[in-house]
């Protein structure tokens, strides 16, 4: 009986650990597959927020705003070949539309056709075309634009069920019509229809189809990068409805622990043994997915035990089975907290992106049902940057901890809370019944950020800024919602941070003639629209001109003169700047060769030079010496001005490019001395030609006393340091009193000159002097005595 009894067991037994290394193997793969969807689903998410920017713009989406917004959407999305715009152009549209799209510089632009050798050709004549107009495809850009996407059945497919679902549809998987020629993948497009049109009705999105929008994807690089990081023993193999007539998968994820790759092998084959099978959502059709296990299912090692200890043959059993059961339970749980922190930010156990946006689309849902109004109050802290830079990043990370931990303590509990990563928090406020209510909570929250934190000894002092979007029934979904918090948040920024504000629609408009500048100033260097002004610089005692700032100006067709106050900080942020200030100095040393061609040269001439220069502009010091060597100006002739902001960013980052600058012999000065929050130990590490007070200094010298004490001690200063000063914003006579006592020589403002035009500069330069009110009478006085 103990015999039977014992090999009885062991049957038992072996059957148990055979289903309980199977439940092992279902979980791992089971989670392997989840991660492979959410990741697809994020990727979607990046088409359908394209479409959220065509639908939220009443004005339509030119080329530009379209490369801003996709800007946005990709950095790191190594899977995304690209995004596209794809317009529905009619027959009797097609010359109209050809001909616009080379006036946009898509030069020999056609809708074109795909031939059967893989060629492209000019599409012939039909009904309409889907021609791809916009796309960031970079360098394969040229091989796509007009290809038109209705001319195959594996195109024109997607296309039609996109538009008459009104839902995201997913092509075929096949070899991409840009890059190499075994580069697979397959692409989605979401309809997009004509504003305020209805399109409920089939017949209604056939009719009022405006275009579609596309994103382009790889599919192997997809599956590797979204599941890269898995190292479980599992072998995955995906295949494609009706792409791969031999019945093998279009792509297999082997186990991070193999030594070799898993080689491909057909559904019937991987059917046979252990394995798991499931489906993947890719748009609007399945792909199928198998796992087998990799390394065997697992053997009943233990189970032999109870042949050898046959009296102990109950006891054994009922201790396995424990033991098995709460390993059970542990698997579950364990795929229960996957499933939570695929919905979690690791770093503050707040809720993340993710789960984020999921809650605001079932409260714009319910919004919509007539449910209590809610509110998104987006937020990022101010120079955070510099916390990670100057404290490190385990310090960065526990204030964001911190941050976190007062913002659950300030909301409500039914309010969701979020980082969305890096600095960056988000607050869904429910039952937002007025706007008082959401203020209160969003000057409650900047309020309570702005408090002092204690890190490890530190005292950490930082700012918020804040974004914040009603709902409105009118608002198109969740996406427009959270692009209006963007742009008040942008608003908050700008305004001077430490603040919030409500998104309004002004805000639609300022960012449409941000867009409209930065578009404008892109072609404002060919068309010659920009020109230098001088504003000398004075000898105070005598009135004799020793120098000139160049100050740019924007002679715009329509605008008219614009100053730099307009336009600058927007070269800045689209990158402009770099060709305008290398157009700027380039000027600047051509007038001063003609200058000295002519006798009347100045000592110098100054240029300004923004710190974006210093990121975007790696041969910073290589063109400024080329533009020296074409004028044949000598080096110690120009003077380049940085702000004591843009000095203290180069000495962090950019050391050496201000080392080369003052090896060329180039002058440096210090613009707006007086005004930055830096150490002056840069003053010792990069000894700077000239200090200038700044004009917000000057303007109370002879009435502030607090002024006065500053400007004298710079003065002091610079005399100690043996570093030449001159003060910016002279408007008055007693503020050139001031400054002669204080033994300060130089200065420059309106008291001399405006800036004015190089013609103009000329005569003064000729003239040699420029003497005021008071010198003139002080000069008759000197005379008559």
Known sequence: ?????????????????????????????????????????????????????????????????????????????????????????????????????????????????????????????????????????????????????????????????????????????????????????????????????????????????????????????????????????????????????????????????????????????????????????????????????????????DAWLLLIVGLLLTGMVGIFMWRSRRYALYLSRANRKISELARTDTLTTLANRREFLDQLAASFAAGNRAASPFAVLYCDLDHFKDVNDTLGHPLGDALLRQVAERLKKTVRDNDLIARFGGDEFAVLQTDAVDVATINTLARKIIEMLATPFSIEGSEVQITASMGISLYSAQLSGPDAMMIQADLALYRAKADGRNCFRFHSSDLDLEVRERVTIADELRIALDRSEFELHYQPQVELASGRIVGLEALIRWKHPKRGLVMPSKFIAIAERSGAIVPIGRWAFDQACRQLKLWLDEGIAPETVAVNCSAVQFRGQPDLERDIADSLANSGIASDRMEIELTESVLMEVTQQHRDTLKRLRHLGARIAIDDFGTGYSSLSYLANYPANRLKIAQELMAGVDSDPRNAAVVRAAIQLARELGIEIIAEGVETQAQVNFLISAGCTLGQGYLFSRPVTAKRAGRLLRRGTIETAASQKRNEHLAAA
Not at 148 to 166: C, F, S, V, W
Not at 170 to 197: H, I, M
């Open 1 to 301: 009986m103990g015999t039977t009894l014992s090999f009885a067991a062991w049957m038992i037994v072996s059957r148990w650990e055979d289903r309980v290394a199977e439940l092992e193997f279902s979980l791992r793969a089971n989670n392997v597959a989840s991660a492979l969807q959410t990741g697809l689903n994020g990727y979607f998410d990046n088409v359908v927020a394209l479409r959220a920017l065509f639908e939220s713009s009443a004005q339509g989406v030119s080329r530009s705003d379209f490369a801003i917004f996709a800007d946005q959407l990709l950095p790191g999305q190594t899977a995304i070949l690209g995004v596209s715009w794809i317009p529905r152009v009619m027959r009797d549209e097609r010359a109209a539309h050809e001909s616009a799209a080379v006036g946009e510089g898509l030069v020999g632009y056609h809708v074109k056709t795909v031939t059967a050798e893989g060629g492209m050709v000019v599409s012939p004549q039909q009904d309409e075309y889907f021609p791809v107009y916009y796309t960031t495809e970079g360098r394969s850009a040229n091989q796509v634009y007009g290809l038109n996407l209705g001319d195959t059945e594996i195109r024109k497919q997607p296309l039609e069920r996109a538009r008459d679902g009104n839902l995201l549809a997913a092509s075929e998987n096949f070899v991409l019509q840009s890059g190499t020629a075994d580069r697979r993948g397959f692409f989605v497009v979401l309809p997009v229809y004509r504003r305020g049109l209805p399109h409920e009705a089939v017949d209604d999105r056939r009719r009022n189809l405006l275009g579609f929008v596309q994103g382009v994807f790889q599919s192997d690089a997809m599956v590797e990068t979204i599941l890269g990081g898995f190292k479980s023993r599992v072998d995955l193999y995906i295949f494609a409805p009706g792409t791969n007539p031999s019945g093998l998968p279009i792509h297999v994820f082997s186990s991070k622990l193999r030594q070799t790759p898993s080689e491909p092998k057909p559904q019937a084959a991987l059917n046979t043994g252990l394995h798991w099978s499931g489906e993947l959502k890719v748009a609007d059709i399945q792909w199928k997915l198998i796992a087998v296990p990799f390394g065997g299912a697992g053997t009943a090692s």
